[in-house]
């Protein structure tokens, strides 16, 4: 069973950084993506942001110019590195890796922007 395991979220104040990672074990299958979903308060999760094998990234509109997402092939291991982050950003931030035709989901990380 893939195992995804996530660090990097805290708190912060508006305007600063935080990076996020995403390390993966377990995987059988080529990984043809990985990438970050997040859910705020009383709302569903969204799209953040992905990178497939290739390189290929999206982003959400919400992040596009203050996120970056990266990837290691090697380590199988994603990061999200978050620049002036705003107090919408606040939520839980789910880590995913697409495999085997399968989605395989983190435990999730708390990321909270003061104002």
């Known amino acids: 069973q893939v195992q995804l395991v996530e660090s990097g979220g805290g708190l912060v104040q508006a305007g600063g950084s935080l990076r996020l990672s995403c390390a993966a074990s377990?995987?059988?299958?080529?990984?043809?993506?990985m990438g970050w979903h997040r859910q705020a308060p009383g709302k569903q999760r969204q799209l953040v942001a992905d990178?497939?094998?290739?390189?290929?990234?999206n982003y959400a509109d919400s992040v596009k110019g203050r996120f970056t997402i990266s990837r290691d092939n090697a380590k199988n291991t994603v990061y999200l590195q978050m620049n002036s982050l705003k107090p919408e950003d606040t939520g839980v931030y789910y880590c995913?890796?697409?495999?085997?035709?399968?989605?395989?989901w983190g435990q999730g990380t708390q990321v909270t922007v003061s104002s």
């Open positions: 995913y890796e697409y495999e085997g035709f399968q989605y395989y």
């Open positions: 377990g995987s059988i299958f080529s990984v043809n993506a």
């Open positions: 990178v497939t094998s290739s390189g290929s990234t």
